[in-house]
């Protein structure tokens, strides 16, 4: 312990500091106090201030990481408010935990109706095949090719729905998927009465 009285004057007989360290060795900043009586049971004031470092740093670091985490939601929100393009961010589980405003726009919802409910639920049953299809290639690649399936409006129509998918991790380093879809319904229309066309020629 540091000779306290030449340093701070005679009020005070003792202190005790630990640095605050991250998981990683970093520094984040310093802990310790003084006191007006001797320090007599050296070990047991550097086992409690340790424990105490310890415990203060994770917590500093997790709120750190929770501002980092709004911050980078805040500027996610205003990035897919400036698209027409709808953004999805689905869960390990296959569960949505994000929608962006165009799903008002697209499916005739408010983003909140969605979060919290299984990512396929939008999607035509006859479709699933290929949207799971879609999601397995995630684990070979970071990044799918674009599919084309429906998905269920608010009024009960079926739109054609463009996607492609991305795998990421979120701050609490888990395993997402974020899922930019757009409306392609008028395009696939004018796709489907081409090919009808076409058949009734050939035959």
């Known amino acids: ?10 009020d005070f007989d003792s202190y005790a500091g630990l640095p605050l360290l991250r998981t990683d060795g970093s520094v984040l900043g310093i802990i ?17 201030l340790t424990s105490f470092a310890m415990l203060a740093a994770a ?37 949505i935990t994000y929608m962006s405003p165009a799903s008002l726009a697209i499916l005739g919802r408010e983003p909140e109706f969605f979060i919290g409910q299984p990512a396929d639920f939008l999607v035509h049953p006859d479709d699933r095949p290929v949207a799971e299809s879609g999601l397995d290639e995630l684990e070979g690649s970071r990044t799918t090719d674009y599919a084309v399936t429906r998905g269920r409006h608010a009024d009960g129509s079926w739109r054609w729905i463009e996607s492609r998918a991305t795998s990421f991790k979120a701050n609490d380093h888990s395993d997402r998927t974020l899922v930019l879809a757009r409306d392609v319904t008028e ?12 058949s009734v020629i050939q035959h």
């Open 1 to 10: 312990m540091p000779a306290v009285p030449d340093r701070i004057g005679h």
């Open 32 to 48: 310790g106090g003084y006191g007006r009586k001797p320090i007599h049971d050296t070990d047991l004031v550097r086992s409690v």
């Open 59 to 95: 917590a500093i670091d997790r709120l750190r990481a929770d501002e980092d985490a709004q911050a980078n939601r805040a500027r996610f929100d205003a990035l897919a408010s400036q698209t027409h393009d709808m953004l999805v961010e689905i869960d390990a589980e296959g569960f």
């Open 187 to 198: 395009r696939r229309r004018g796709e489907l009465g081409r090919e009808l066309l076409f």
